[in-house]
């Protein structure tokens, strides 16, 4: 009787990953590419009659913990491939960027 390979064991049909695992400045990149610039941003957000701090839902005196919170809980709601706006997912990304780069 022949032995099965584990999972774990098996080798993939893709070959070997050779990208850098959780390098956190490769990581860092990428959330800030994610990220709109400032002019998109003031476009996406020049006819919303709201400032970026009332879009995430946020006081005044909210820490950057506070707003990354409130900005990753409407992500989730509003994201297009969960059945949310695309038009408020868009708002939300320009007001945590015009946010995030102050």
């Known amino acids: 009787m022949a032995r099965r390979e ?3 064991t098996r080798k993939s049909p893709y070959g070997k990953y050779k990208g850098p695992r959780g390098n956190p400045s490769t990581w860092r990149a990428l959330f800030e590419d994610m990220l709109f610039s400032r002019d998109r941003a003031l476009g996406v957000l020049k006819d919303c009659p709201q400032s970026p701090r009332d879009i995430l839902g946020v006081s005044l005196e909210a820490t950057m913990d506070e707003v990354k919170a409130a ?32």
């Open 71 to 102: 900005w990753h809980r409407l992500v989730l709601k509003h994201h297009p491939d969960h059945g949310g706006d695309r038009r408020e997912f868009e708002r939300v990304m320009a007001a945590y960027s015009l946010l995030v780069g102050q």
């Open 6 to 8: 584990s999972v774990w």
